[in-house]
């Protein structure tokens, strides 16, 4: 049994490989039911513990339940795939216990491990993704800090022996198992918090290579993806919605909002870290002063009901449905908090033309580093959820044709590669 091994920003996965040659994504146990990927997502409530009194964590859609559903006190954790970089972000305290960022990990790990041993013994080593450039909040690689880290959390997790793959280059073998002749192909995977690039040759000439891996002509990456738009949508979409226009009084002067309290609306989890004495107090003040005093009620509202994640669930409906169409409505009812609001998809391509601009020059950048023409590149394969968006796709139209692109396995094709690759490493 060989095992790849997707620990992705929002969702990860794990799949086997026979020595037939099939693969298998696993589908995991949650609350509602089996699913091909698990959330990245941690909860602890204070009062689920076992009889030692430690704090039983809660994994993926259990954790999201808690969160939402339970009685008592919960911490939630999400995206610190995002933090491997991060040489401040060592520790967290929960509830009197600490955890590194490690044990975080591993604790996502053990999860896709255990579903992985329920079907064929016991997992010891294996092939894991990894984003083509884990880049610092400040813009330095930090490629040997963060995969440093990610073995020390497998091993955390029971997994002493772990190999990486680059994640495009993961897709590009579930890519392959579509192919019967050679082709240059541009993979382009785009997640979470990172999209991801990769020229390689596939086909089946890439077995007959002395080293399957020398058909890789070249990878390229850069630190935006999905979460990056979902803000951008809550930032220009949403959050006037809670006063950030709003202005109020102080000393004679007119002044605007704070802009932190916005910067913590735009991640969905951090809407929580609003939810202190002292922040509800500063509202509640600035409440009497502002010129739209119905606004703060409503952001105060949104933090004491603790709505932020029914509030990127809107988000993310709303960014799906404009892949559809060219208007939605996005509507986002929770009382006592409502929002409607009209997005049209040429705003929403608007708010995201940096992210689209940066994703841009890293396809072109790629393709001038390694000399490689337009018309050189056979085929385009498209994967992750934001692949989905129509201004992202057009990105690659533009340069290659809608008739060289092709598209499939959003959320399992790195995991299936990944499995396909262990089996080549370690067979």
């Not at 969702?11 to 589908?27: I, P, Q, R, T």
């Not at 409502?338 to 994703?359: C, N, P, Q, S, Y």
């Not at 094709?413 to 370690?426: D, I, K, N, P, Y």
Request: charged share 25%; aromatic share 8%; with cysteine.
């Amino acid at each position: 049994m060989f095992v790849g091994m997707d620990f992705g920003t929002t969702n990860s996965a794990v799949a086997l490989a026979g020595a037939d040659g099939g693969v298998e994504v696993l589908n995991l146990a949650t609350a509602a039911g089996p699913a091909p990927t698990l959330r990245s997502v941690l909860a602890f409530e204070n009062a689920r513990r076992d009889d030692q009194r430690r704090i039983l964590p809660l994994v993926g859609h259990d954790a999201i339940e808690a969160y939402l559903h339970g009685d008592g006190e919960c911490r939630f954790l999400q995206s610190f795939k995002s933090y491997l970089t991060s040489r401040s972000f060592t520790s967290t305290a929960v509830y009197g216990t600490t955890y590194s960022l490690e044990d975080l990990v591993a604790l996502i790990v053990a999860q896709l491990r255990r579903t992985a041993e329920a079907r064929g013994g016991q997992v010891e080593r294996v092939v894991a993704g990894r984003p083509v450039r884990f880049v610092a909040e400040g813009g330095e690689e930090e490629d040997s800090y963060a995969t440093g880290r990610l073995v020390e959390a497998f091993a955390r997790a029971g997994i002493g022996e772990v190999a990486f793959e680059y994640e495009p280059i993961a897709a590009a073998y579930y890519y392959e198992s579509t192919l019967r002749r050679d082709q240059t192909v541009l993979v382009a995977d785009f997640g979470g918090g990172t999209s991801d690039f990769c020229l390689i040759r596939l086909g089946p000439g890439r077995a007959g290579l002395a080293r399957p891996e020398d058909a890789i002509i070249g990878t390229a990456g850069v630190g935006i993806a999905g979460d990056a738009f979902d803000r951008r949508i809550v930032e220009h979409g949403i959050s006037e919605h809670f006063g950030k226009r709003t202005t109020y009084v102080s000393n004679g002067k007119i002044l605007p909002m704070p802009a932190w309290i916005y910067a913590k609306l735009e991640r969905w989890h951090h809407v929580a870290f609003l939810n202190t004495p002292s922040t509800l107090r500063l509202l509640r003040d600035l409440k009497r002063h502002v010129e739209h005093p119905d606004q703060l009620e409503q952001l105060l509202d949104l933090i004491e009901h603790n709505l932020g994640y029914h509030l990127y669930r809107s988000v993310e409906q709303a960014k799906r449905d404009l892949s559809l169409a060219d208007e939605t409505v996005l509507r986002f009812d929770h009382d006592p908090v409502l929002v409607e609001r009209r997005v049209t998809r040429a705003e929403f391509e608007g708010w995201i033309a940096k992210e689209l601009a940066a994703i841009e020059a890293c396809v072109d950048g790629l393709l001038a580093a390694t000399g490689t023409g337009l018309a050189q590149v056979d085929r385009v394969f498209l994967t992750g959820g934001s692949s989905l968006v129509p201004a992202v796709r057009a990105i690659f139209a533009s340069r290659f044709g809608e008739d060289r692109l092709s598209a499939g396995g959003e959320f399992i094709s790195v995991a299936t590669g990944l499995a396909q690759r262990a089996r080549e490493v370690f067979a």
